[in-house]
């Protein structure tokens, strides 16, 4: 069987590989289907609901905020072309980690106990479910108390700070590095 303990490094390991893991969960679970759904409905009407969003692109300016000057002039177009193009490279990625990781687990033999299986052979066919994130990564000990405040709204929540995105830049990058820093275990 091979579990955590099992590797060089163990906290290292589980650090990185966990965080990892999370960031392409919650990924796949939330943030891609949003964006899809901000570029389906428009920036306007999804930041309304989204303020995380504003911490990353440019808001879109209402008729009063066209009138004082608007804000945001610094921040991406989260319509340009390459913003659009970071965010199916971003996604591509984290579908393919994942179906990794499903095959890693669905080895013949060997018994590996890492992950949880069901979470991740949900994920190869983005049908995660946003509540089990926190049981995603095995041997994680925590009280209930924290693992009802692991969740996916919590992670949205923490997007909104704005020391995220001053530390790791704006746009699609700036954003998945901002939630790679806030899936950490």
Same mark, same amino acid.
């Given at each position: ?18 965080? %990892?893991?999370?960031? @392409?969960?919650? #990924?796949?679970?939330? =943030? @891609?289907?949003?964006?899809?759904? %901000? !570029? ?7 930041? @309304?609901? %989204?303020?995380?969003?504003? !911490?990353?692109? !440019?808001?879109? %300016? ?12 610094? *921040? ?11 965010? +199916?490279? =971003? ?8 179906? #990794? /990781? ?11 106990? *890492?992950?949880?299986?069901?979470? /991740?052979?949900?994920? !190869? ?13 095995? $041997? ?8 009802? $405040? ?5 992670? &949205? ?9 001053? &530390? ?5 990058? $700036? ?8 899936? +950490?275990?």
């Amino acid at each position: 069987m091979l579990t955590w303990y099992a590797l060089p490094d163990t906290n290292i390991a589980k650090a990185r590989l966990g965080n %990892a893991t999370r960031f @392409a969960y919650v #990924w796949l679970a939330n =943030i @891609a289907p949003d964006l899809n759904h %901000a !570029k389906a409905i428009g920036v306007g009407r999804f930041q @309304a609901n %989204a303020p995380w969003f504003k !911490k990353f692109f !440019k808001p879109a %300016a209402s008729a009063l905020g066209r009138m004082m000057g608007g804000g945001g002039e610094e *921040l991406p177009d989260f319509n340009d072309p390459q913003e659009q193009g970071a965010l +199916s490279v =971003i996604t591509d990625w984290c579908l393919d980690y994942m179906r #990794w /990781l499903s095959d890693i687990h669905q080895c013949g033999d060997e018994v590996i106990a *890492l992950f949880d299986p069901s979470c /991740l052979s949900r994920a !190869k066919g983005v049908e995660v479910i946003p509540d089990e994130l926190s049981r995603l990564v095995r $041997g994680v000990e925590t009280d209930l108390s924290k693992q009802e $405040g692991d969740s996916i709204p919590e992670i &949205k929540r923490r997007l909104d700070d704005s020391s995220l995105a001053a &530390k790791h830049g704006k746009g699609m990058v $700036g954003l998945a590095r901002a939630l790679y820093a806030t899936c +950490s275990l």
